[in-house]
Structure formats: structure tokens, C-alpha cells
């Protein structure tokens, strides 16, 4: 039978196995299978368990943390690695590329920028997660299913971490590598319509920063609910796009929380709910699933953690919302708030400024859950 229900929607200090897997070393994008595989050193262990501790707790600061000379260079020519792009289909507005099938449906960009901030949005979580995929506590997999697979870097992760597995991506976007491993494919689908996945097919099933995408999540969870196998599990997990701050560092005027409130607003012009993460737990269990568990981790924006990997993480971090400003601004802004483009570019100059401003110790959450299938179902 399955474990009972437990719940944590507040932060948690890590456990024991959370601060052994936490001392794997930071994992590039292209490169995490082989990072992975290197021995840290023991200054290195010590900032990852003091990190996986500060991710679920409070994030020291430095004692400087108004300049982060030195610093960038350092990190910045690892931070992001470019994927082929195969992409077949094209849609262009304000000079970005668009998805054509279902075209106008996801808000963001599909170009190969966007690949590669995508590729470092999934190298800051993996490092935060100190190199776990997932936390569903998963027995032999075969079949997983990733929805909206992007770049489809967590799905072929995955296809070498379980090798026996046979990992299916679905995206709107044709964007993946044809690089793969055997286990590994991709397939051009939209999540929203009804799955072509057989009832009780899937042992796992996972969908990572698609707030910003899903419409109409508790049809999505219904549609994986009836694929999903008894005793299988699905687990979400999605930045929540609200700046938070523990030492009154960041004033009611923060530019950066201000963009993210008009993204929220601008997505909600299409009827998605930027924040729906907080509520989707409860969606999971009205969904029929069991054994729900949540996570929830500080992602620092920005170089002012003291730890060198929150630190790094925090890097990422700010180089994720940097270098998307205009991605993630200009769909929302101008089809959803009809602002101009240029109207947009103009309000961006001071969020740009705002993000580099250290002395603000700022951060988001990263929420994961996850539940299981009832085996009797
Ligand atoms: C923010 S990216 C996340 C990518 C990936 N899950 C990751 O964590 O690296 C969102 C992806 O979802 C895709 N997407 C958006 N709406 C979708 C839908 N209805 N069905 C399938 N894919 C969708 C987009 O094309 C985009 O590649």
C-alpha cells in the first residue's frame, strides 16, 4: 500500500539523504552527466550542504554585496550552453521566433536564445536540487512523460539516468536536439488537448515551468490522472514569478517585482494563472492523487548570498530574467497588455538596472510536488 498522505508547505530543513545528494558537484547544462560524475572537493561539499540548507531556510548574505566585480566573468562562460536547434516551424513578432502549430497559444519565444536560457533555467534547478531530476520516489520506471519538454534537456537527463525507461517529451515547439539517447524521443503535441497517452500507461509523468503555459490545469491533471499507471506518480515544479525577500532589503518599488506583476497580468489576458503552483496542490488532490508531498527552495536573484553555490544559483538566476527581459516581456506586454514595443523596451531599462542591484536580497520560491496514483485505483 502507499505511504500516508504528508504534506509541507513551509520551507523544511533538509534531511539526511537531502544533504548527501546536495554534495554532488554543480552540473552545466550540456555537460551534467559527465559533471556529475567528478569527485567535489571538501570546501565544495561544505558549500552545497550549507547551500541545500539555506535553499530551504534563510540565504545568508555576503558582507558586500554591492558589487560583484570579478564575479560575473568567472560564471557567465559557463552559465549557458548552446543546443542545436532542428526547429522546422517558425512564427516571427518583434523580431523573436514564435511556434507555429497551435500558433499564439504559449506566450514565450522558441528562438535559440530562448533555448539556451532555457538550457540555464534547467542548470539553476539542478544545481539547486543538488542534481536530483526528481523528488517522486520513483521504483524502475518504464514509461515517463515529460510535458512540455522544451529543449528536452530534463528528458534526456533522465533517459541516461534511467536507461531501461523509455522517455516521451511533448512540446508545441519541434526545438529538440536529434542528438539522443535510444530511450529518448520527442513528439509535437499540445498538453491542453486530450492526451494520446493509453489509461494506466505512464509510471511517471513530470511538467516543469509550464505555469507560464497551462490553461486549464485541472484537466490536465484529470487527462494524467487516467494515464498515469496505479502506484504511478506525477510531480510538478515551477518558479513562483513573486520576489521575496527575508531582511527588508527590497523596497515596495523594486523594478523587478513590478515587470513580474505585469507579466502575471499580461498571461491573465489568456487566461493563465502565472502563480497557479500555489494552488495546484490542492488541484493534484482533487485530481484523485495521494501521497502529496511539496518542497518549497529559495532561488536568490542576484550575487549576494554569501555561500559560493547559492551564490552561483543566484547568478543564474539573474542572468535567466536578464537575458529573457524582452522574451518574457513582449508577448505578455504587447498582445496581452497591448502595450507597444517600444513602450515595452522603455520600461525594461530601468528593471535591467534594478537586477543589478546587489544590495537587494531578493529571491524566488521553487515549488515541487508530487503524488501518486492510488495502486486500487
Ligand atoms: C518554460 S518552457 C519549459 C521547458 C521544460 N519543461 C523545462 O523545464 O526545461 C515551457 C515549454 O512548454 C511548451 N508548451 C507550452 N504550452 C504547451 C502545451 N499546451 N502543450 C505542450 N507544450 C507546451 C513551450 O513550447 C515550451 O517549450
Same mark, same amino acid.
Given at each position: 500500500?502507499?505511504?500516508?498522505?504528508?504534506?509541507?508547505?513551509?520551507?523544511?530543513?533538509?534531511?539526511?539523504?537531502?544533504?548527501?545528494?546536495?554534495?554532488?558537484?554543480?552540473?552545466?547544462?550540456?555537460?551534467?552527466?559527465?559533471?556529475?560524475?567528478?569527485?567535489?572537493?571538501?570546501?565544495?561539499?561544505?558549500?552545497?550542504?550549507?547551500?541545500?540548507?539555506?535553499?530551504?531556510?534563510?540565504?545568508?548574505?555576503?558582507?558586500?554585496?554591492?558589487?560583484?566585480?570579478?564575479?560575473?566573468?568567472?560564471?557567465?562562460?559557463?552559465?549557458?550552453?548552446?543546443?542545436?536547434?532542428?526547429?522546422?516551424?517558425?512564427?516571427?513578432?518583434?523580431?523573436?521566433?514564435?511556434?507555429?502549430?497551435?500558433?499564439?497559444?504559449?506566450?514565450?519565444?522558441?528562438?535559440?536564445?530562448?533555448?539556451?536560457?532555457?538550457?540555464?533555467?534547467?542548470?539553476?534547478?539542478?544545481?539547486?536540487?543538488?542534481?536530483?531530476?526528481?523528488?517522486?520516489?520513483?521504483?524502475?520506471?518504464?514509461?515517463?512523460?515529460?510535458?512540455?519538454?522544451? $529543449?528536452?534537456?530534463?528528458?534526456?537527463?533522465? #533517459?541516461?539516468?534511467?536507461?531501461?525507461?523509455?522517455?516521451? =517529451? /511533448? %512540446? &508545441? @515547439?519541434?526545438?529538440?536536439?536529434?542528438?539522443?539517447?535510444?530511450?529518448?524521443?520527442?513528439?509535437?503535441?499540445?498538453?491542453?488537448?486530450?492526451?494520446?497517452?493509453?489509461?494506466?500507461?505512464?509510471?511517471?509523468?513530470?511538467?516543469?515551468?509550464?505555469?507560464?503555459?497551462?490553461?486549464?490545469?485541472?484537466?490536465?491533471?484529470?487527462?494524467?490522472?487516467?494515464?498515469?499507471?496505479?502506484?504511478?506518480?506525477?510531480?510538478?515544479?515551477?518558479?513562483?514569478?513573486?520576489?521575496?525577500?527575508?531582511?527588508?532589503?527590497?523596497?515596495? $518599488?523594486?523594478?523587478?517585482?513590478?515587470?513580474? #506583476?505585469?507579466?502575471?497580468?499580461?498571461?491573465?489576458?489568456? =487566461? /493563465? %494563472? &502565472? @502563480?497557479?503552483?500555489?494552488?495546484?496542490?490542492?488541484?493534484?488532490?482533487?485530481?484523485?492523487?495521494?501521497?502529496?508531498?511539496?518542497?518549497?527552495?529559495?532561488?536568490?536573484?542576484?550575487?549576494?548570498?554569501?555561500?559560493?553555490?547559492?551564490?552561483?544559483?543566484?547568478?543564474?538566476?539573474?542572468?535567466?530574467?536578464?537575458?529573457?527581459?524582452?522574451?518574457?516581456?513582449?508577448?505578455?506586454?504587447?498582445?496581452?497588455?497591448?502595450?507597444?514595443?517600444?513602450?515595452?523596451?522603455?520600461?525594461?531599462?530601468?528593471?535591467?538596472?534594478?537586477?543589478?542591484?546587489?544590495?537587494?536580497?531578493?529571491?524566488?520560491?521553487?515549488?515541487?510536488?508530487?503524488?501518486?496514483?492510488?495502486?486500487?485505483?
Amino acid at each position: 500500500m502507499s505511504e500516508p498522505s504528508k504534506e509541507t508547505s513551509e520551507p523544511q530543513p533538509p534531511t539526511e539523504a537531502t544533504i548527501l545528494e546536495a554534495t554532488e558537484a554543480p552540473v552545466s547544462p550540456a555537460g551534467a552527466k559527465e559533471e556529475r560524475a567528478q569527485e567535489p572537493t571538501v570546501e565544495q561539499i561544505a558549500q552545497q550542504q550549507s547551500a541545500a540548507e539555506q535553499a530551504t531556510t534563510t540565504i545568508e548574505a555576503a558582507s558586500d554585496t554591492h558589487s560583484d566585480a570579478g564575479y560575473e566573468s568567472d560564471f557567465e562562460s559557463r552559465a549557458s550552453t548552446s543546443i542545436s536547434s532542428s526547429v522546422r516551424d517558425y512564427a516571427f513578432e518583434n523580431g523573436r521566433r514564435y511556434h507555429s502549430f497551435r500558433a499564439g497559444k504559449y506566450q514565450f519565444p522558441n528562438d535559440e536564445t530562448e533555448q539556451e536560457r532555457e538550457d540555464m533555467k534547467h542548470s539553476m534547478i539542478i544545481n539547486l536540487c543538488g542534481g536530483k531530476l526528481h523528488y517522486a520516489p520513483l521504483q524502475n520506471p518504464q514509461q515517463i512523460l515529460d510535458v512540455g519538454t522544451g $529543449t528536452g534537456i530534463w528528458a534526456i537527463d533522465m #533517459g541516461d539516468e534511467y536507461p531501461s525507461a523509455e522517455i516521451l =517529451g /511533448i %512540446d &508545441l @515547439s519541434p526545438i529538440q536536439p536529434l542528438w539522443l539517447p535510444p530511450n529518448v524521443k520527442f513528439m509535437v503535441d499540445d498538453a491542453e488537448s486530450p492526451w494520446l497517452s493509453k489509461p494506466n500507461s505512464l509510471d511517471y509523468v513530470h511538467a516543469r515551468h509550464m505555469c507560464s503555459a497551462i490553461k486549464n490545469w485541472p484537466k490536465l491533471l484529470s487527462e494524467a490522472y487516467t494515464a498515469i499507471k496505479p502506484g504511478g506518480w506525477i510531480e510538478i515544479q515551477d518558479l513562483q514569478y513573486k520576489m521575496h525577500c527575508d531582511d527588508n532589503t527590497m523596497s515596495s $518599488t523594486y523594478d523587478v517585482q513590478k515587470f513580474l #506583476g505585469l507579466v502575471h497580468e499580461g498571461l491573465a489576458a489568456f =487566461g /493563465i %494563472d &502565472l @502563480s497557479a503552483m500555489v494552488n495546484n496542490i490542492q488541484v493534484l488532490r482533487d485530481a484523485g492523487f495521494i501521497n502529496v508531498e511539496t518542497r518549497v527552495f529559495k532561488v536568490p536573484c542576484g550575487v549576494w548570498p554569501k555561500n559560493k553555490t547559492m551564490k552561483m544559483i543566484g547568478l543564474y538566476l539573474r542572468s535567466v530574467i536578464f537575458d529573457g527581459l524582452q522574451a518574457i516581456s513582449m508577448g505578455p506586454f504587447t498582445r496581452g497588455l497591448k502595450w507597444t514595443p517600444e513602450e515595452v523596451e522603455v520600461f525594461l531599462v530601468d528593471v535591467r538596472k534594478s537586477l543589478f542591484d546587489a544590495s537587494t536580497h531578493s529571491y524566488l520560491p521553487f515549488h515541487v510536488f508530487y503524488g501518486q496514483k492510488p495502486l486500487d485505483a
